[in-house]
């Protein structure tokens, strides 16, 4: 057929799907409507054959049924007037005796997309879930999350969770699981679905029957019930102990956290899991899925700081391979790591030394940090291999172990007399600012053991009118100075002439204060310049490298198998923050996350979306003074409590409230017996919400206490809901 442009091609369509003939022959029937899919997949627009194609559903080929049903999905929000005709088709299908096509008609009904529709759902979902073939019900059951969807904010209908509930005793293992999934989406705002002792072993009976996706999901709901008795708790476990040996990856995850948290009392218990577990993270972190591969190892670098050497015998496991990408190698250098020890310190940094030549500069350079860490326990051997380094005289990897040298003559003293000798020569291959930084730190911290460091610095100073970076100016100031106090004769010329720069001519204010202090502290003596620059540069009281805090598995329990093991908790709780802003602004913001449930279920807010939606700007920045004046002059508009946890951080708090527009004017020190904080927020409309936050060491709950400039209830409704699930985010109380 000869190319023609959408508009003909549409037309053509239409002719063929209206030619009597063509209907006559199925096959090619069939053809045509394989075309319309084929032009409406490619972004042609085909919605001016939609009474056409709602004629062509009338027939008993389920796969044409099938394809005329994804077309009126897609195009019923564009012809809701004309989709009414798809609706009545769809009804009519949802009696039919095949099952198949009644479970297709109904998840296509529950799939539209245009207002009303709901009335026309409900009644087919109901019958569906009293339908006798299972693939009808599992349909019926997802129907009913979706039905809930596009009712909004609409109430909760009681009689079908209770409908829904019932359903978790089906026949069908998918009919189970799918209740779990729909009753969670429908009771988000309640805190989920509710797993009590009846429904728990139920659960737990019904778990060989499912199949690995649902024996995961099963397993992720089972961390909401709390068993009642040590006993109760063993049988549990004994019953869920096969499935640390399952094939599939997913499900041995999803059991190992279970037993981790369920045997938060027994450390025996979670270190003979973790020892179980260690086999099927080893086949995970060489698996050929990238995604897997990293995932794993996320896990495998979090079970390391509670167990360390756990991974030693198989250290080279995590040897990087040619072809992996270089996040999988990053991740796998920082478990080298961690699995060192005195029997395989020598095969890890040999391999460790191979990449840092690699042709990436920044795996070459991770490779280098890596060493860097390892030195800190095994310091000649390590120090003898970056001094090696050097000799290549390559610009990345020069200022990578120059960096390195920087923090182990910090942490390792005894390193220093080595570590000045290898510094001959390196100014010459060093162009970052990073690695600028760490030479210029060093030969005037150390210079006294570097002969020619006053004329590497002098050379630093003949050049800084065009050095680029701010920070090298200061780092150069400084340590001038502390090389000055030491070699007095050879600095003070350049000395002079690098103050005089810097006060007179240099524009930038930060370089031109440093230097002003220094030339004021240089007048008051060198006596008192000493003390203030050369204090004690390390502290072997300090114990740095020693006897180390393990981290208790308790800890990271209940994130195990989480996206907070990938990202880390503190940037998780930004995200999930990140997330909250949203919820409250697009009413498809529930598509995008996923519910926050609390453990106090009676104390969730109910916040209406879509008709208070709530946008907090950036543009609010009070003063303290301002805040205290606009403070006393308004009557406090709500009074809440939240449950909360000691172990939070002021620090992650405050960044968590930046990502979602609120503002700390004031917070109390971390160990304050009363901890209070005040915070700052503004809508788009110009309202202001000021907060103060409360915590008593004695209370596990968090005051919450809320004025507002303009009477706005549902706009402090809302505010209140965004508040709160920042602060149960933050403080781990969300599932």
Not at 226 to 236: A, G, S, T, V, Y
Not at 693 to 714: C, G, Y
Request: charged content about 20%.
């Amino acid at each position: 057929m000869p190319y023609l442009g959408s508009e003909d091609t549409v037309k053509e369509l239409k002719k063929a799907l209206s030619n009597p003939h063509i209907q006559a022959d199925p096959l090619r029937y069939r053809n045509v409507i394989q075309r319309v899919i084929r032009h409406m997949t490619q972004g042609i627009d085909v919605s001016s054959v939609f009474m056409e194609m709602v004629k062509a559903s009338a027939t008993i080929d389920i796969v044409q049924k099938k394809l005329v049903y994804l077309y009126m999905c897609t195009y019923a929000p564009l012809k809701p007037d004309l989709a009414l005709l798809a609706v009545n088709t769809l009804c009519k299908d949802c009696s039919d005796p095949n099952p198949m096509v009644r479970g297709l008609a109904l998840r296509s009904m529950c799939s539209l997309r245009m207002p009303g529709v709901q009335e026309y759902i409900q009644q087919p979902i109901l019958n569906g879930l009293r339908d006798k073939a299972s693939y009808v019900r599992r349909v019926a059951v997802l129907g009913c999350a979706k039905m809930q969807k596009l009712q909004g904010d609409g109430e909760v209908d009681g009689a079908l969770v209770n409908e829904l509930y019932s359903l978790l005793r089906d026949q069908d293992p998918i009919v189970v699981v799918n209740c779990l999934r729909a009753l969670e989406e429908i009771l988000a705002y309640e805190g989920g679905v509710v797993i009590n002792k009846p429904i728990a072993h139920h659960l737990l009976n019904r778990m060989p029957d499912l199949d690995q996706w649902g024996q995961s999901e099963v397993l992720t709901f089972l961390l909401r019930y709390k068993p009642r008795c040590e006993e109760e708790l063993f049988d549990i476990l004994n019953l869920l102990d096969g499935y640390l040996k399952s094939s599939s990856p997913s499900v041995v995850m999803a059991a190992t956290r279970l037993f981790l948290v369920l045997a938060k009392d027994f450390s025996h218990v979670q270190t003979d899991v973790l020892v179980r577990v260690k086999g099927p993270l080893l086949a995970a972190c060489t698996s050929e899925s990238r995604e897997l591969c990293f995932t794993a190892l996320c896990h495998v670098r979090q079970i390391l700081d509670s167990l360390p050497g756990h991974f030693s015998s198989h250290y080279k496991k995590f040897f990087c391979s040619y072809l992996e990408p270089h996040y999988i190698k990053s991740q796998k250098m920082e478990v080298l790591c961690k699995l060192v020890n005195d029997e395989n310190v020598q095969q890890i940094l040999e391999e460790l030394r191979g990449y840092c030549t690699d042709v990436s500069a920044e795996l070459a350079q991770g490779a280098i940090f890596a060493i860097g860490n390892i030195a800190r326990t095994y310091t000649e051997q390590c120090v003898r291999i970056l001094t090696e380094l050097l000799e290549l005289k390559q610009e990345h990897i020069t200022s990578a172990v120059v960096q390195v040298f920087r923090d182990l003559v910090w942490l390792c003293p005894q390193c220093t007399e080595s570590v000045s000798q290898a510094l001959h020569g390196c100014e010459e291959a060093i162009q970052d600012s990073e690695g600028k930084q760490a030479l210029i730190w060093l030969l005037g911290v150390h210079g006294e053991r570097v002969p020619n460091a006053p004329y590497v610095l002098e050379d630093f100073v003949e050049n800084v009118k065009s050095e680029a970076f701010s920070v090298v100016k200061v780092e150069l100031l400084t340590a001038l100075v502390r090389l000055f106090l030491a070699r007095p004769a050879e600095c003070q010329d350049m000395l002079g002439r690098l103050l005089y720069y810097c006060i007179e001519e240099e524009t930038d204010m930060m370089v031109r204060d440093r230097a002003l202090f220094y030339y004021r502290l240089l007048q008051a003596g060198t006596e008192e310049t000493k003390r203030v620059l050369c204090s004690p540069t390390s502290d072997l009281s300090l114990r740095l490298l020693e006897d180390q805090a393990e981290c208790p598995v308790n800890a990271w329990a209940s994130d195990f198998n989480s996206l907070v093991t990938v990202y880390g908790k503190e940037r998780w709780a930004a995200l999930t923050a990140n997330q909250v802003i949203e919820l409250h602004n697009t009413e498809s913001a529930c598509e995008a996350s996923s519910p926050l449930i609390t453990e106090n279920k009676e104390e969730v807010p109910y916040v209406a979306t879509s008709s208070s939606g709530l946008t907090l700007t950036p543009s609010s920045c009070l003063t303290a003074e301002q805040f205290e004046r606009t403070w006393l002059n308004l009557a406090v508009g709500c009074q809440q409590a939240v449950p909360w946890q000691e172990n939070v951080q002021p620090d992650t708090i405050q960044a968590a409230l930046q990502v979602v527009h609120i503002q700390t004017i004031a917070m109390s020190k971390a160990d304050s017996q009363v901890w209070k904080a005040y915070l700052a927020a503004q809508d788009d409309a110009g309202c202001l919400f000021l907060t103060e936050l409360l915590l008593e060491v004695v209370n596990a709950e968090m005051q919450m206490s809320v004025k507002q400039s303009e009477d706005k209830p549902e706009a402090l409704q809302a505010f209140i809901s965004i508040l709160r699930t920042v602060l149960g985010t933050v403080a781990e109380l969300t599932s």
